[in-house]
């Protein structure tokens, strides 16, 4: 049996890196990535899952809280990750690598866990890279449970965890998942040329600079407004800068 002891800073990166891109219903002893996870760590699935639960009272995304008594270094971890993610982008790399999934499974991207910076940047590997695209991707998918936040598309090949503010104009927010939507592939592309947007009860706003066919077919099949994600729902300063620019677009 594992032995109990005190966990330890790097630790907590690991398990925090799980947590973010584990839905909330998951985090059980039978999950194969906490039996992944706490065997690495020498810990009981047990003891990660309750552990993944603690880091959820931190979460202020989430309608449900975890237990309240999550630690200091747990609130240590949580706030650094705010502040710098580095860290736990690296881990979840290795994390990713280690069940043999690697981060290439989901967007066929080869990212290697050395290569992240807390601002999610690029390098070049045959072509520019987004480095920690894919957990920000699962991220957002994780929290909109599979779908389009709009149509309700399941289909992965289909869905984009869409920027809120730009990739290149907020680097300091590219790994923030309160500044992503999951979208399906067309309203994305309309999304990040200001062509649709959202109003402050999430209403889907259509350019008038479109044709009407186009209208039509951006609203056939679609929510009028956006759904709410289980957790890490778009932050409104950022929907709201999104607006601003979209009615200056539009004007």
Same mark, same amino acid.
């Given at each position: 049996?594992?032995?109990?002891?005190?966990?330890?800073?790097?630790?907590?990166?690991?398990?925090?890196?799980?947590?973010?891109?584990?839905?909330?219903?998951?985090?059980?002893?039978?999950?194969?990535? *906490?039996? =992944?996870?706490? !065997?690495?760590?020498?810990?009981?699935?047990?003891?990660?899952? @309750?552990? $993944?639960?603690?880091? /959820? %009272?931190?979460?202020?995304?989430?309608?449900?809280?975890?237990?309240?008594?999550?630690?200091?270094?747990?609130?240590?971890?949580?706030?650094?990750?705010?502040?710098?993610?580095?860290?736990?982008?690296? *881990?979840? =790399?290795?994390? !990713?690598?280690?069940?043999?999934?690697?981060?290439?499974?989901? @967007?066929? $991207?080869?990212?290697? /866990? %050395?290569?992240?910076?807390?601002?999610?940047?690029?390098?070049?590997?045959?072509?520019?890279?987004?480095?920690?695209?894919?957990?920000?991707?699962?991220?957002?998918?994780?929290?909109?449970?599979?779908?389009?936040?709009?149509?309700?598309?399941?289909?992965?090949?289909?869905?984009?965890?869409?920027?809120?503010?730009?990739?290149?104009? /907020?680097?300091?927010?590219?790994?923030?998942?309160?500044?992503?939507?999951?979208?399906?592939?067309?309203?994305?592309?309309?999304?990040?040329?200001?062509?649709?947007?959202?109003?402050?009860?999430?209403?889907?706003?259509?350019?008038?600079?479109?044709?009407?066919?186009?209208?039509?077919?951006?609203?056939?099949?679609?929510?009028?407004?956006?759904?709410?994600?289980?957790?890490?729902?778009?932050?409104?300063?950022?929907?709201?800068?999104?607006?601003?620019?979209?009615?200056?677009?539009?004007?």
């Amino acid at each position: 049996m594992a032995e109990r002891r005190n966990w330890q800073a790097e630790e907590v990166r690991e398990a925090l890196a799980l947590y973010l891109v584990t839905d909330f219903g998951r985090f059980h002893s039978r999950n194969p990535e *906490i039996i =992944a996870l706490a !065997q690495r760590l020498g810990r009981t699935a047990s003891a990660v899952a @309750l552990k $993944l639960t603690n880091l /959820a %009272a931190l979460d202020e995304s989430l309608p449900q809280k975890g237990m309240a008594n999550a630690s200091a270094l747990d609130r240590r971890i949580w706030a650094d990750y705010l502040n710098d993610p580095t860290a736990v982008v690296s *881990i979840y =790399a290795r994390q !990713q690598s280690h069940v043999g999934i690697g981060p290439s499974a989901t @967007l066929g $991207l080869a990212e290697d /866990a %050395a290569a992240f910076d807390h601002l999610g940047g690029t390098r070049p590997i045959q072509s520019l890279q987004r480095v920690g695209q894919n957990m920000f991707r699962q991220m957002v998918l994780t929290s909109y449970r599979g779908r389009c936040a709009l149509t309700g598309i399941d289909d992965p090949r289909l869905l984009t965890a869409s920027h809120i503010l730009p990739w290149s104009e /907020a680097p300091d927010l590219r790994m923030r998942p309160t500044n992503g939507l999951c979208l399906n592939a067309l309203h994305d592309r309309a999304f990040d040329r200001h062509l649709i947007s959202f109003g402050a009860d999430g209403e889907l706003l259509l350019s008038r600079h479109l044709s009407r066919a186009t209208r039509e077919r951006l609203l056939d099949g679609a929510n009028r407004r956006l759904e709410q994600p289980s957790r890490f729902a778009p932050d409104p300063a950022f929907l709201l800068r999104h607006r601003e620019r979209f009615l200056a677009q539009a004007a």
